[in-house]
């Protein structure tokens, strides 16, 4: 979605400022925003202008061919009549006011805003070319460049045409989530259901979603259970089986069963939405790479005008033959455009940016995902990332014969209903197996890293770990033999500062965590594990995944410092967290990976977001983020590489045994472009 070069595609008054228009499309509503609509309009019609152009100044190539000398030269016959000079300026000048005026004004706006580039150079070169040619129709002693005129511009508008189809194909993809939603929607309103459009939906409203409908808006199941499809959202190619109270996102697929879903984000507020405006915003980001791209491309855009320039003298002082001269210095100008280098990396930003976000990999920071190939460790937040993250409470033990085992799990989930952690999440869900009473609570707090606090009946109740009692410097009481340190994580439960019982919990190790810590290994990368958990049960998953090291009983203010001195040791850190209260490492780290987001995209300190916590797709990160690099290399290196050996034959080096005419240095120019496209494009395959 963002432009392949600055200057080069758009001519239209306001293309130099499209990089500051981010996307702000509306997912959950059937209009989009005015920048975002009117960009993708803008781009479209420009891309079948040229084609229009192109088609039009083809026609009108032809005659011009059939009457050029030099053509008729080289395929030995004559056709001339009264006038035909007259006709060939006639023709020519339609050619280069209509198949010219994108290059021209071009070249005036680029003049005007002081930042000269490759439209300047093609508006100087078939400018000069068609002023020189029409001095020759009215008597100056040459021959005239009317058939090179007209194929340039029509070579010209050709490569345009193709570079932009290319960048249209790297929209369409963000396009495609937009059109995941579906234009109308069954929504229950006083006891019956009726059909809205999309538009008219909105939060809080309980929408009914049938067998293998599209799911319209971001909600929580509150009624059925199915399977869903996210594989177009999150990457994860295996639909997923969702019941009453889970979450769906809006662009997926329902599978064979009937759900009822509570809306919670729609337009603006869904995750759909704020995975296009992240990916529009990080493709209009550009990165150290691309920004040396365009220096370069500013600097051969001045070196071509110099060389053109000095060809022309040197030629017409060697030769004095104007004609001669003028053609050598406007094949120079059209040769040496940096056009390829132009389309080089932002093509490849373009194509890398939607390409990850449709597989569940969303870029907030470019020059941090490119400088993901260099990194050499990283550190793993334990739960939700290399284990499930679905604790489930193995014991309740209760210290204090006042309190049964019920009584400690309805204190500690009368606390915990107020929480969003996932301890919380395995007691409440024990609760509801015994089916226990749900007390409420008051005065809740949230103690980061050691526990939550509360009132329950009239009681001071706190649920934490290990790392309470060092919070409140109290020693840890001392932990049953029963529990199993190695595997289970222990929760205290106080009532009046008393320990009256002990819940513990067991997660389990992803399945593909072993592959993913296999893998960084292979790619020479280190892997530490981080966790708030006591030593037994980070030493246990460390030792099981074959990983680098672990750092245990690590609260959320030490992350930081924890990542910082792995940066002194000359480490190249990526942190991956949950983006909460992970941020400050997140922050810290070289590249902040956020991971086990779900439908919270809005992680403000992480470079990166992994909609699932698979590991495997911090892998993918990395690997995806070598190949995006590699492309933009190559594209360099060919594109630079292209003029360093175009420009000497079109300047004339090894003139008389060879000469480029600006035609077939048009043809070269635009070839280069379309290779370089190409190759940006193979970058597809890649994730």
């Not at 045409?161 to 495609?176: I, K």
């Not at 019956?192 to 999309?198: E, G, M, R």
């Not at 939060?203 to 996210?230: C, F, V, Y």
């Not at 002990?502 to 072993?514: G, H, V």
Request: aromatic share 6%; net charge negative; charged share 15%.
């Amino acid at each position: 979605m963002i432009c392949p070069s600055t200057n080069v595609i758009m001519n239209s008054h306001d293309h130099q400022h499209h990089h500051d228009q981010p996307l702000k499309t509306e997912a959950g509503s059937e209009k989009e925003s005015h920048d975002g609509h009117n960009h993708d309009e803008h781009l479209g019609h420009h891309t079948e202008d040229f084609l229009k152009r192109f088609w039009l100044c083809l026609i009108l190539t032809i005659p011009v061919l059939a009457l050029s000398g030099t053509i008729q030269h080289w395929f030995g016959y004559q056709l001339s009549f009264p006038g035909s000079n007259y006709v060939l300026l006639i023709l020519s000048t339609a050619i280069y006011l209509y198949g010219g005026k994108p290059f021209i004004q071009g070249m005036f706006r680029e003049i005007k805003t002081s930042n000269l580039g490759m439209m300047t150079l093609i508006g100087v070169a078939i400018s000069i070319a068609y002023i020189y040619s029409t001095a020759v129709v009215f008597g100056l002693k040459g021959m005239d460049f009317f058939w090179e005129l007209a194929t340039l511009i029509d070579i010209m508008l050709l490569g345009h045409y193709f570079e932009m189809r290319s960048q249209m194909a790297a929209s369409r993809a963000l396009e495609s989530l937009v059109a995941l939603l579906p234009s109308n929607v069954h929504v229950e309103r006083n006891g019956s259901v009726t059909d809205i459009p999309l538009n008219e939906l909105k939060n809080n409203d309980t929408i009914l979603i049938k067998p293998g409908e599209k799911i319209p808006a971001d909600g929580k199941i509150t009624d059925g259970h199915s399977s869903i499809n996210e594989s177009m959202l999150t990457g994860e190619s295996l639909p997923v089986e969702k019941q009453k109270e889970d979450r769906v996102i809006g662009g997926s697929i329902n599978g064979d069963g009937s759900i009822k879903v509570l809306v919670t984000g729609t337009g603006k507020e869904s995750y759909l939405n704020k995975v296009i405006n992240m990916v529009q915003a990080a493709q209009a980001t550009k990165s150290n790479t691309q920004n040396l791209a365009n220096k370069v491309a500013k600097w051969l855009t001045y070196i071509s005008l110099t060389i053109g320039i000095a060809t022309f003298l040197y030629w017409f002082s060697q030769e004095g033959d104007l004609a001669f001269a003028l053609e050598r210095m406007v094949t120079v100008m059209v040769t040496s455009c940096p056009h390829a280098l132009g389309v080089a990396i932002p093509l490849v930003v373009a194509i890398s940016t939607s390409q990850a976000a449709i597989n569940g990999l969303l870029i907030r920071n470019r020059t941090a995902f490119e400088n993901s190939r260099k990194l050499t460790l990283i550190i793993f937040d334990k739960t939700g990332t290399l284990t499930e993250g679905s604790h489930q409470v193995k014991q309740v033990i209760s210290l204090d014969n006042q309190y049964s085992e019920n009584d400690i799990l309805q204190y500690a989930a009368a606390l915990q209903q107020n929480s969003e952690h996932y301890i919380a999440k395995g007691v409440l869900k024990m609760l509801k197996e015994r089916e226990l009473e749900l007390w409420p609570s008051k005065n809740f707090g949230y103690l980061p890293g050691a526990g939550v606090t509360g009132t329950v009946n009239e009681k001071k109740v706190v649920a934490g770990g290990p790392n309470y009692f060092k919070k409140v410097d109290q020693t840890v009481p001392s932990i049953p033999n029963q529990i199993n340190q190695a595997s289970e994580t222990v929760n205290f439960l106080l009532i009046d500062e008393k320990p009256v019982g002990i819940i513990t919990l067991a997660d389990t190790i992803r399945p593909t965590s072993n592959a993913a810590i296999a893998e960084l290994k292979a790619m020479g990368i280190k892997s530490y594990l981080l966790t708030g958990d006591n030593e037994h049960v980070a030493e246990s998953v460390a030792n099981a995944l074959s990983m680098d090291g672990f750092l245990a009983n690590v609260l959320p203010d030490q992350k930081q410092e924890k990542v910082k001195e792995f940066q002194q040791k000359g480490e190249i850190v990526a942190m991956t967290g949950d983006g909460v209260n992970d941020a400050p490492a997140l922050a810290q780290a070289d590249v902040g990976i956020a991971v086990g987001s779900g439908t919270d995209v809005a992680a403000e300190t992480a470079d990166i977001i992994l909609v699932n916590s698979d590991p495997q797709d911090v892998v993918s990160m990395i690997r995806f983020g070598r190949a995006t690099y590699r492309k933009m290399i190559q594209n360099l290196i060919w594109a630079v590489g292209y003029n360093v050996v175009a420009i000497p034959l079109a300047a004339g080096i090894l003139y008389p045994a060879f000469m480029l005419s600006p035609a077939a240095g048009a043809v070269l120019m635009s070839a280069s472009t379309i290779i370089v496209a190409i190759n940006a494009q193979l970058l597809r395959r890649s994730l």
